[in-house]
């Protein structure tokens, strides 16, 4: 149990369009997802927290007009990248945590990666 | 000064070998701690889970946590091919406010 799936697992685009990445709690419902960035060899940033139904709280320097969040269900939610840019390319990683589960445990997918043009 | 430091490595060992990586912090509010493990191109997934000082062991792995010191463990007893992956110590104070935050990862290879 506890299975995170993200879509796609990799993209490719050119610079100025839009990617929307997938995230979705396959077997539970997820009260709270997570989107981290992971460039290579470094650790994963956290750039956002989501709660089912409510709007999404950033970290600082991350820029919410840039990448969107909706976590429209508890099984749900979404990243798109607005006006995407090389630097923007990235490995990007989502989590959920687990209704009734303790507040630090995260199931994480598999992760996307996008490289923008 | 990162909150927490983990060297990069890489290291390299040969099979059966038993394997130390280590994590320091700087929070002393940190009380849970947490090592994943994530091979390439994929998302990191929980190894063991640590509630504030001490031991903890699962199979071939031993979780150690020092908090007066701020550095914690994870040894591997009888290594395999199949542990090459890079391994991340993450912490969290705990509270539901709270975030994890993750070491850099240390890349590991097990030769045959």
């Known amino acids: 149990g506890a299975v995170v799936s993200q879509h796609p697992s990799r993209v490719i685009c050119k610079s100025g369009t839009s990617v929307k990445i997938e995230c979705r709690s396959l077997?539970?419902?997820?009260?709270?997802m997570f989107w981290y960035r992971q460039f290579p060899k470094q650790s994963l940033m956290l750039m956002a927290t989501s709660n089912e139904g409510s709007k999404a709280t950033y970290e600082q320097g991350v820029e919410k007009d840039k990448f969107l969040i909706n976590h429209a269900s508890l099984t749900l939610s979404t990243l798109t990248v607005t006006s995407a840019h090389p630097e923007d390319s990235s490995f990007y990683i989502c989590?959920?945590?687990?209704?009734?589960?303790?507040?630090?445990?995260?199931?994480f997918g598999p992760g996307t990666r996008l490289t923008v043009l | 000064q990162k909150e927490v430091e983990q060297d990069p490595g890489p290291l390299s060992v040969p099979e059966g070998a038993i394997v130390s990586l280590n994590c320091t912090y700087s929070n002393s509010a940190f009380q849970y701690f947490m090592w994943y493990r994530q091979y390439s191109r994929k998302g990191p997934e929980l190894l063991m889970y640590t509630y504030s000082s001490g031991n903890k062991e699962d199979g071939r792995f031993t979780a150690q946590v020092d908090k007066s010191s701020k550095y914690i463990s994870l040894f591997i007893r009888d290594s395999q091919p199949s542990d090459s992956a890079t391994y991340l110590c993450a912490m969290s104070a705990g509270s539901s406010a709270s975030k994890i935050i993750f070491g850099s990862g240390t890349r590991l290879s097990i030769r045959p």
């Open positions: 077997d539970f419902q997820a009260t709270t």
């Open positions: 989590s959920a945590r687990r209704r009734g589960d303790r507040y630090n445990e995260q199931f």
